[in-house]
T-cell receptor, first 114, second 111 residues
Framework: DVKVTQSSRYLVKRTGEKVFLECVQD?????MFWYRQDPGLGLRLIYF???????EKGDIPEGYSVSREKKERFSLILESASTNQTSMYLC?????????????FGDGTRLSIL | RKEVEQDPGPFNVPEGATVAFNCTYS??????FFWYRQDCRKEPKLLMS???SGNEDGRFTAQLNRASQYISLLIRDSKLSDSATYLC????????????FGTGTKLQVIP
């Protein structure tokens, strides 16, 4: 089974802090993704990475950055946290080999910015 | 028009009933399709892929209609444990995956 592990289930930070969310997958997947999920808006893609040190902006990258130094790890960084970044953050990974490869999600991190 | 649209529901159905959800997509170049299940305050989990010829997994049947650009999920003999939000997912396969999630359809199975 694919295992995607996010470092924290719940996190509380203050406005202006730099926040790191970590994600590790154990299936040697090439693709990794960061989403946020808010009521009524569904999942929105923040950034994704298709290889080590490679990254692409998703639909809502403003206020975020990412790092992928190793294939198994994809980090999301909130440079200066703001209250509108309070959300559920979900990491996912997928393989590029073969057709019809779904994404597999971590448990999610509920982040509150005070 | 949204890229992927779902009726948010909720669909309230009695145990044992059959229920079906549709999901429409706007991009005719979409190539692969999935249904995910998401329980309250949990992560989405893959329920099943959707194949061109249609596919079945126990009480769940998924179908794809490319001409009308929609996918469907049919649940037979609903169980209380089927209560969840069902997300449809549309992929455009290329060098980098372009994946779009629907906002989900909420199902409540009542005793």
């Amino acid at each position: 089974d694919v295992k995607v592990t996010q470092s924290s289930r719940y996190l509380v930070k203050r406005t202006g802090e730099k926040v790191f969310l970590e994600c590790v997958q154990d299936m040697d997947h090439e693709n990794m993704f960061w989403y946020r999920q808010d009521p009524g808006l569904g999942l929105r893609l923040i950034y994704f990475s298709y290889d080590v040190k490679m990254k692409e902006k998703g639909d809502i990258p403003e206020g975020y950055s990412v790092s992928r130094e190793k294939k198994e790890r994809f980090s999301l960084i909130l440079e200066s946290a703001s209250t509108n970044q309070t959300s559920m953050y979900l990491c996912a990974s997928s393989s590029i080999s073969g057709d019809n490869q779904p994404q597999h999600f971590g448990d999610g991190t509920r982040l509150s910015i005070l | 028009r949204k890229e992927v649209e779902q009726d948010p529901g909720p669909f309230n159905v009695p145990e044992g009933a059959t229920v079906a959800f549709n999901c429409t997509y706007s991009n005719s170049a979409s190539q692969s399709f999935f249904w995910y299940r998401q329980d309250c305050r949990k992560e989405p989990k893959l329920l099943m892929s959707v194949y061109s010829s249609g596919n079945e997994d126990g009480r769940f049947t998924a179908q794809l209609n490319r001409a009308s650009q929609y996918i469907s999920l049919l649940i037979r003999d609903s169980k209380l444990s089927d209560s969840a939000t069902y997300l449809c997912v549309v992929n455009m396969i290329g060098s980098y995956q372009k994946v779009t999630f629907g906002t989900g359809t909420k199902l409540q199975v009542i005793p």
